[in-house]
């Protein structure tokens, strides 16, 4: 199984994604097996303090969660929320969230500590890929940098 973590910050997006097709046969530097404790595929029903937030827009069978308690640091960068993602019951994406330019250049920061310089998806935007054994690590920015 594949899972797919891409950073969202108001435009900007760290989520981890479930997908039943292979994934590269490379690991990267640091590659999660999930997030905040939490490995991919947990049931739902084995977490506590779990609130429920909605559904993923792109993912409609993905029902979100926050979990009370949690740090809303990811290095420097303030978080606004972290948000796990279910699919069919079990842990599949996460996304973290902050609100401003100037977290998300701290997320960036981070990400590139943890897992290594990444490889540029688009070099005309802030897009940042990370692609592992089983996780996918995804860093976009809605601001304009220009």
């Not at 490995?39 to 792109?58: C, F, H, I, K, V």
């Amino acid at each position: 199984m594949n899972f797919r973590l891409t950073v969202i910050c108001l435009g900007f997006v760290i989520a981890a994604a479930v997908f039943a097709t292979a994934g590269s046969a490379y690991a990267f530097q640091g590659e999660p097996d999930g997030y905040n404790g939490i490995a991919w595929g947990t049931p739902l029903d084995r977490l506590s303090l779990m609130e429920y937030a909605g559904r993923q827009n792109d993912e409609p069978d993905t029902e979100l969660y926050r979990r009370s308690g949690d740090d809303l640091t990811f290095g420097k960068a303030r978080l606004t929320a972290v948000e796990y993602g279910f699919a069919h019951g079990q842990l599949s994406v996460v996304t973290l969230r902050v609100n401003s330019l100037l977290h998300y250049l701290l997320m960036k920061e981070e990400a590139i500590r943890r897992f290594g310089p990444g490889k540029e998806a688009d070099p005309h935007a802030e897009r940042y890929i990370w692609e592992g054994e089983q996780t996918t690590v995804r860093l976009k920015s809605a601001f304009d940098m220009s």
